[in-house]
């Protein structure tokens, strides 16, 4: 007579110490990636020809070329500061603009509400562009 032994389907099956450790590793290794990627996507993009098209006393015109060197679009937050020839905060603005990738954008953004008023292209200092963080 032949026994039969019937599968018991309540029967748990520990999982390996070797799988919860590289599952372990794996996600450290993917959180460490991660930050990486975040304090690096501001190198992927490059800011070039910044140039005041127009100003008035309320408002100047900031025209500017950003390239995008990484592989996929990217949304980013710029700091624009025009400050005048005595090196005063003239006016900021934090500004969104979005980029495909492998390519170079024109944008023109206007900065409005002066903090000290200007007299006209004379009175303009210089102007800078930083991503935001």
């Known amino acids: 007579m032949k026994s039969v032994e019937r599968i018991d389907i309540k029967k748990r099956w520990p999982i390996p110490h070797y799988v919860k450790f590289a599952l372990m590793i794996a996600v450290l290794l993917g959180f ?3 930050s990486c990627w975040k304090k ?3 190198i992927n993009i490059q800011i070039t020809e910044i140039e005041v098209m127009q100003a008035t006393m309320t408002s100047a015109d900031i025209s500017f070329y950003v390239a995008s ?5 990217l949304k980013k937050s ?3 500061k025009l400050t005048n020839v005595n090196n005063e905060l003239v ?3 934090i500004t969104q603009i ?3 990738p492998k390519s170079k954008k024109k944008f023109l953004k206007v900065l409005q ?3 000290i008023p200007l007299n006209g292209f004379e009175d303009i ?3 800078t562009i930083e991503v935001y963080k």
């Open 113 to 115: 509400k002066f903090e």
């Open 125 to 127: 200092g210089e102007v």
């Open 40 to 42: 690096n996507v501001g």
């Open 91 to 93: 006016a900021s603005k």
């Open 32 to 34: 460490w990636a991660h």
């Open 69 to 73: 060197r990484a592989d996929i679009a």
């Open 98 to 100: 979005e980029i495909p």
């Open 78 to 80: 710029l700091l624009i």
